[in-house]
């Protein structure tokens, strides 16, 4: 793949009056595509220069109760959509991204490739998958070599390609010298085989992602005198692909392609336009969604004797049972500490 191309903004003068569009604000779509002129009756600059509203304070001291639960967002409910669309695509010449918003998928890829956000690795890298999947208690970071990013740090890149992307199939036309005879290679034991172009990746686009999971912290600040949440880390799910002998491809689940630690995300996410379905003059970002919880989300664990998932013991319509009972139980609890 070519390199992604990233759009900047200049300076808008109009009437006499200079009107600063932040330049490159994140990499992401601003209204104003050439100079002198705006796509719309006024430039949009609050999302992309509001200030990220900071977490209140909590002490250990004063949390009387709490919870970790996880959660998925499925991406194919209505209500999430505005995270899932516009979808992207990733072409052999270009990363087509729409022009007005992105979805979130789009900003996540946007600046891992810049370095901007950390990736941390569902497994140890070094079992090369083997190993236990507990990407969420975020213990392997994914890091780029200092001042370095996706397109300046080969490494780096060399190990990206397995969490935003994936392996092509294999061709089985040989590659072939200057007279068009197939190069053949002798292998340490004696054998020859022909020689094949490596394997083209294949990268995630926005329609891929299918959920995102989020780990999360309820809790009782008597302090504040609220039962508060906070997202601790969230990742992209997809489905998980296979293929069989003779070439037919199969979903047999899904997989993570990485964790991200959410109260960095904040500040990458409070600054990209999210749809409002309601009215087009008050878009928010996709901080204030989480923030307000404007999203539907089902629980698959919470915090067990046993570690284990929902499904390990619920299936069907009973696990989905079980995650409500576990929404009903936090509301309970706080009906129950705040009613005198």
Same mark, same amino acid.
Request: hydrophobic fraction near 35%; glycine fraction near 6%; aromatic fraction near 16%.
């Given at each position: 793949m ?12 109009? %009437?006499?009056?200079?009107y600063?569009?932040?330049?490159g ?6 209204n104003?595509p ?24 909590? *002490?250990?001291?004063?949390v009387v ?13 209505k ?11 990733i072409?052999?010449y ?8 992105? @979805?979130?998928?789009?900003v996540i890829?946007?600046? &891992?490739? =810049?370095?901007?956000? *950390? ?7 070094? @079992?090369?998958?083997? @190993?236990?999947?507990? %990407? ?36 089985d036309?040989?590659?072939t010298?200057?007279?068009g005879?197939p ?7 004696? @054998? ?6 490596p ?11 299918i ?10 600040d008597?302090e *504040?005198? &609220?039962?508060? &949440? ?9 489905? =998980? ?6 070439g037919?491809k ?12 959410f109260?960095?995300? *904040?500040?990458v996410?409070? =600054? ?9 003059a008050q878009?928010?970002?996709?901080d ?28 069907g ?11 009903n ?7 129950? &500490?705040?009613?005198?």
């Amino acid at each position: 793949m070519k390199s992604l191309f990233i759009s900047a903004v200049g300076v808008l003068l109009l %009437g006499g009056t200079a009107y600063s569009q932040v330049e490159g604000i994140n990499g992401g779509p601003v209204n104003v595509p050439t100079e002198g002129v705006i796509d719309g009756v006024y430039i949009q600059e609050h999302i992309p220069t509001k200030r990220m509203i900071p977490y209140e304070h909590v *002490r250990e001291a004063d949390v009387v109760w709490s919870r970790r639960v996880w959660e998925y967002i499925d991406l194919r409910e209505k209500i999430n959509h505005e995270l899932y669309y516009p979808l992207d695509e990733i072409t052999p010449y270009a990363w087509v991204r729409n022009a007005t918003r992105w @979805s979130l998928w789009t900003v996540i890829r946007q600046h &891992v490739l =810049n370095g901007d956000l *950390r990736v941390f690795s569902p497994y140890d890298p070094l @079992s090369f998958g083997l @190993s236990k999947w507990d %990407g969420d208690q975020l213990k392997y970071p994914i890091d780029p070599q200092p001042g370095l990013n996706f397109y300046t740090d080969s490494a780096f890149r060399d190990q990206m390609v397995y969490y935003i992307g994936r392996l092509g199939p294999q061709s089985d036309i040989p590659l072939t010298d200057d007279y068009g005879d197939p190069i053949i290679i002798t292998n340490p034991d004696g @054998s020859q085989e022909y020689k094949y172009p490596p394997r083209d990746t294949i990268w995630f686009n926005s329609s891929d992602i299918i959920q995102y999971r989020l780990k999360e912290d309820w809790f009782l600040d008597k302090e *504040r005198s &609220v039962l508060d &949440v906070r997202i601790i880390a969230m990742a992209p799910v997809v489905y =998980n692909i296979e293929e069989d002998a003779n070439g037919n491809k199969n979903i047999s689940g899904t997989r993570e392609l990485f964790w991200l630690y959410f109260p960095h995300c *904040r500040f990458v996410f409070n =600054n990209y336009f999210l749809y409002n379905t309601k009215n087009d003059a008050q878009w928010m970002s996709f901080d204030d969604l989480f923030w307000k919880r404007r999203f539907n989300a089902v629980a698959y664990k919470e915090s067990n004797v046993y570690d284990r998932e929902i499904e390990s013991f619920r299936t069907g319509i009973d696990a989905l049972y079980e995650a409500e009972d576990i929404k009903n139980e936090i509301r309970n609890i706080e009906h129950d &500490v705040w009613s005198f």
